[in-house]
């Protein structure tokens, strides 16, 4: 027997994880992405002449929920169409018995990755209320995500953002008993995230109910608390519960009664940081659901108001705060005011001497 | 056609009533696993080309003689590491043997341990950084690929598929250890055949080679979620 040589076996290895697209209207293109449920490659749709993307499960050596988790997400996905959402094309089994589905190529970069690339505040939180758009626009369609997180974000070469990543998404009318209501089981951490140490590998954006299995409790709020976590990578760089960026500590999520804005960790960790966006934070990432923000919507309106100046709902101003809040808002015109009353005073004094 | 995708585990049918399926069912396993077993006792115990050949024939014949291979329970754990706590188990015994005789018959004896501070000894240091589990499975793979490669061969010998075995060796197999692949038009120039039918004949032996690894796989292992997961770890993602 011919022994093979280490490059040829990797080389083997490779080629034999390749699927099959003989007899389909794709070609194999590239490898664009490996994760817990499958391998997404780029591929030609030759009907259509369009590049495409193949998310791939091989069915006959992945378990049954895996291959039942493809096929539900793409229902899924298949059934919200929005801008935020990549559409799915097609859906199907390949002759090799590994099931795939077929989606629009995105092209950008993981928000994970593109934060960094967002500099001034008013830009990240617009950016952060286009992810709202889709999550919220699920939620009305009856779907929870339960799995948002940076990672799980693309955001393309004109700031469009789309949610990605439905496989553990949850519709409200299946039965929370069911297998594919269990929670999602932490995923390893990403290249990215073990480079920076911090998320490694726990479920740094998943809600405290969610995370402790409590899938009869997991609804729209589960997700606003993701968006909350989001928003606070998004400020900070941090995920909650980390006061420090040491890959030896491990990721928590928030326990106990929902903390005053100022206990909040990313108040240390970013002191140029608004205490209403952090309040807004603090009611998002509360661990009781009943403490959250009823709906995406509802925190994406916090956000919105505190864009535009206004009172946000999560963040009780006494009379000081609402004064500079005012002053901050109306800079303009106070600023006329006082040169005014300036002016005033000296003429008049001008005119006494 | 791809191969048959059932086949009778002979991780089971070593525990066969009959003889001659048992004896069958051995042979499949050292088929698979006398390259892996040999190269971990080079490396792990250090011996040199003839012992660890004479070492892993006297394993595998122990291991069917004392009834290892029957008192494994695939509940407990992967059939590999299994063997392979039983190899180093043997491995250690027949050293220790080796030291009483030589002891006992006044040989010159060159000692395989060190001694400890203590006076015990113990066995001599690893290369660090050596992962002798990973190096175990790498083998492993390698055997259960070369295996399903002869399959392949044999399979496509003197029939229609000839061409795409010899297609698939030398740009797969051959290709992947030259500095200077054939790209698919030379092997195309070659053979007389358009690019189309070199990449569909390429297609065509992944694909069976494929089913060959995870028919030779489905052989070595005892459960379907064993088999399902030593799958993953060789051709596919792990579970999420």
Redesign the interface.
């Known amino acids: 027997?011919?022994?093979?040589?280490d490059?040829?076996?990797?080389?083997?290895?490779e080629?034999?994880?390749?699927p099959?697209?003989?007899g389909t209207r794709y070609e194999l293109g590239e490898e664009v992405a490996?994760?817990?449920?499958?391998?997404v490659y780029s591929a030609r749709d030759r009907e259509l002449e369009r590049v495409v993307a193949l998310k791939v499960v091989?069915a006959?050596?992945?378990?049954p929920e895996?291959v039942a988790r493809l096929r539900r997400e793409a229902r899924i996905i298949a059934h919200l169409e929005h801008p935020g959402i990549v559409p799915v094309h097609d859906v199907g089994a390949l002759?090799?018995g590994r099931v795939f589905y077929a989606m629009k190529l995105v092209t950008g970069k993981r928000l994970d990755a593109q934060a960094r690339e967002v500099p001034t505040l008013g830009e990240r939180l617009r950016l952060f209320l286009r992810i709202c758009e889709p999550v919220a626009f699920a939620h009305a369609h009856g779907v929870i995500h339960r799995d948002l997180k940076p990672q799980n974000v693309m955001v393309g070469p004109f700031g469009e953002v789309l949610v990605m990543d439905w496989g553990v998404a949850k519709h409200r009318e299946e039965p929370p008993a069911s297998r594919s209501g269990a929670p999602?089981?932490p995923?390893p951490a990403s290249d990215h995230d073990t480079a920076h140490g911090t998320v490694l590998g726990t479920p740094a954006y998943m809600a405290p109910e969610q995370a402790r299995g409590e899938v009869d409790r997991v609804d729209a709020r589960a997700d606003v608390y993701s968006l909350g976590a989001i928003l606070l990578f998004l400020l900070t760089g941090q995920t909650p519960g980390r006061t420090k960026a040491s890959p030896e500590e491990p990721t928590r999520t928030w326990a106990g009664p929902a903390r005053p804005p100022a206990a909040l960790p990313s108040r240390r960790l970013a002191p140029g940081l608004p205490r209403a966006l952090e309040a807004i934070c603090g009611k998002a990432l509360a661990p009781d659901p009943d403490g959250r923000y009823a709906t995406v919507d509802d925190l994406a309106a916090d956000v919105g108001r505190f864009l535009e100046g206004e009172r946000v709902s999560a963040y009780p101003e006494n009379a000081w705060r609402k004064a500079r809040r005012f002053a901050g808002r109306h800079r303009t015109a106070i600023a006329l005011v006082v040169a005014y009353l300036v002016m005033r005073i000296v003429l008049l004094v001008v005119a006494r001497v | 056609m791809?191969f048959p995708?059932t086949r009778r585990s002979v991780v089971l049918a070593v525990r066969s009533a009959d003889p001659e399926e048992r004896a069958r069912a051995l042979d499949g396993l050292v088929e698979a696993y006398w390259?892996p077993v040999y190269r971990h006792i080079r490396t792990r115990w250090r011996e040199d080309e003839e012992d660890a050949r004479d070492l892993a024939q006297g394993f595998f014949a122990a291991a069917l003689e004392k009834g290892w291979l029957v008192r494994f329970d695939p509940e407990r754990g992967k059939f590999r590491t299994y063997l392979l706590t039983c190899l180093d188990g043997h491995v250690a015994k027949e050293r220790r043997a080796a030291r009483r005789l030589k002891r006992g018959g006044d040989a010159t004896f060159v000692p395989l341990e060190q001694p400890d501070e203590d006076g015990e000894t113990r066995e001599l240091p690893l290369r660090a950084g050596t992962d002798l589990e990973a190096e175990f499975q790498?083998e492993w793979?390698?055997s259960l690929?070369?295996?399903a490669?002869?399959s392949l061969r044999a399979r496509c010998a003197g029939t229609g598929k000839a061409v795409a075995f010899a297609l698939f060796e030398r740009y797969?197999?051959?290709g992947?250890?030259a500095s200077d692949r054939p790209s698919y038009a030379q092997l195309g120039a070659e053979h007389g055949l358009p690019v189309t039918q070199v990449t569909?004949h390429l297609?065509?032996a992944?694909?069976e080679?494929?089913?060959a690894?995870?028919g030779k796989l489905r052989e070595i292992t005892a459960s379907e979620e064993e088999?399902?997961s030593e799958?993953?770890a060789?051709?596919?993602?792990?579970?999420?």
């Open positions: 027997m011919k022994e093979l040589g490059q040829a076996l990797d080389h083997l290895r080629v034999a994880q390749e099959d697209l003989s490996r994760g817990g449920m499958g391998v091989a006959e050596i992945a378990d895996t002759p090799d999602p089981t995923r | 791809a995708e390259r790498r793979a390698r690929f070369s295996l490669v002869e797969d197999i051959d992947a250890e569909n297609h065509w992944r694909r080679l494929r089913a690894v995870l088999y399902r799958a993953r060789l051709l596919g993602v792990e579970a999420p």
